[in-house]
């Protein structure tokens, strides 16, 4: 085959963990080395609930950053039955925090604080809307009379579709979306609401937990689909429609908590997140359109510039390592041992 290369805007990461103490120096680079910019979650312990905490962790963040890197980190506040009303005209004022998330109490990693009744934070939504600060939304219901596989279609009908009635001009982002529900919900949404989309969930369907046995590193939440909704995925992300762009999830954890008796959510990718958002569309042949999605469709939705930095991708194989330092232990990548179809070959963040 011959050599092919694309050559975009340097993209933007919409939705990534970053950790926090010797993790985030771990794994903080990788994020840095591809993206320009990225939306960084809250759930550390404790959580980040206010402009002040966010301040203070953002600026962690920037001391453990590689020294030749321009990545900016976009802060976010965890939604608590306790946020104030005040702390959102804070955040918003405050320039260093772009979105508050919520997370149902028990969906995900260090969740235990979210929300259990979406109704005792109406006056924090109110003044979101008011504000024009974005909700993001771990969009799973928690019941456990609910299949797991059928937990996020059944939010967007109980709590979704409700909540965009109460406040139609709230502005909204849908979550690592991985259902043809979510997609359809999205689709026919405002402009002002939006959706992330993992390379992992476009990569993989259900099958792959259990190819060979279990395989807890491939264990996320929301859980992995059937493949139909893969292929709705993979057709959302390559349309060219701006409700839908790049958000990696990337969520590292130490091998010993992935691979015990009750393991973690998470996949680690951001050590490829790029290579492999471009091998799925290459799959469909949509090449052309992966610019808009990973460097255009967020940065439009938060009203921010789009890079002016350049990133270019070879079609040249590499080896991805069976493992990376992360903290006083390891992590186990996505595709560890295996090999990867696209390289970064320049993307030095400088503009051209």
């Known amino acids: 085959m011959k050599s092919m290369r694309l050559d975009i805007s340097r993209p933007d990461d919409w939705h990534v963990h970053l950790r926090d103490g010797e993790a985030l120096g771990s794994v903080v680079g990788d994020t840095a080395r591809q993206f320009a910019r990225a939306i960084v979650m809250p759930n550390l312990k404790p959580p980040v609930t206010t402009v002040a905490q966010a301040e ?114 709230l502005r909204m982002v ?23 989309i993992t390379a992992h969930h476009l990569l993989l369907n259900r099958n792959a937990l259990f190819e060979g046995g279990i395989q807890p590193h491939h264990y996320c939440a929301p859980i992995l689909k059937r493949e139909t909704h893969r292929l709705a995925l993979l057709d959302a992300a390559t349309s060219g429609n701006p409700h839908f762009f790049l958000g990696t999830d990337s969520a590292p954890h130490v091998r010993e908590a992935k691979e015990a008796a009750c393991g973690c959510a998470g996949v680690y990718t951001a050590h490829a997140a790029i290579e492999l958002y471009a091998e799925a569309f290459e799959q469909v042949d949509r090449l052309d359109r992966l610019e808009a999605f990973a460097s255009f469709h967020g940065a439009d939705f938060y009203g921010l510039a789009r890079n002016s930095e350049r990133l270019i991708l070879e079609r040249k194989p590499w080896i991805v390592p069976d493992a990376f330092p992360l903290a006083q232990s390891t992590c186990i990548p996505f595709r560890a041992g295996k090999s990867m179809p696209w390289s970064i070959v320049h993307g030095s963040g400088q503009p051209e």
């Open 174 to 196: 849908l979550e690592h979306i991985t259902t043809r529900a979510a997609v359809e919900f999205v689709s026919q949404a405002p402009a002002h609401v939006g959706a992330t």
């Open 56 to 169: 203070d962790y953002r600026r962690r963040i920037l001391a453990s950053l590689p020294a030749d890197t321009h990545f900016q980190p976009l802060m976010t506040l965890y939604l608590t039955e306790a946020t104030a009303v005040d702390e959102i005209a804070r955040a918003r004022a405050s320039g260093t925090v772009f979105a508050v998330k919520y997370y149902p109490a028990g969906a995900t990693t260090n969740s235990q604080a979210g929300v259990r009744d979406l109704a005792r934070v109406y006056p924090v939504l109110e003044a979101m809307e008011r504000h024009g600060l974005p909700l993001l939304m771990h969009g799973e219901v928690t019941d456990p009379d609910v299949d797991i596989f059928d937990r996020e279609r059944v939010f967007i009908e109980r709590h979704l579709i409700p909540l965009q009635a109460r406040f139609p001009g």
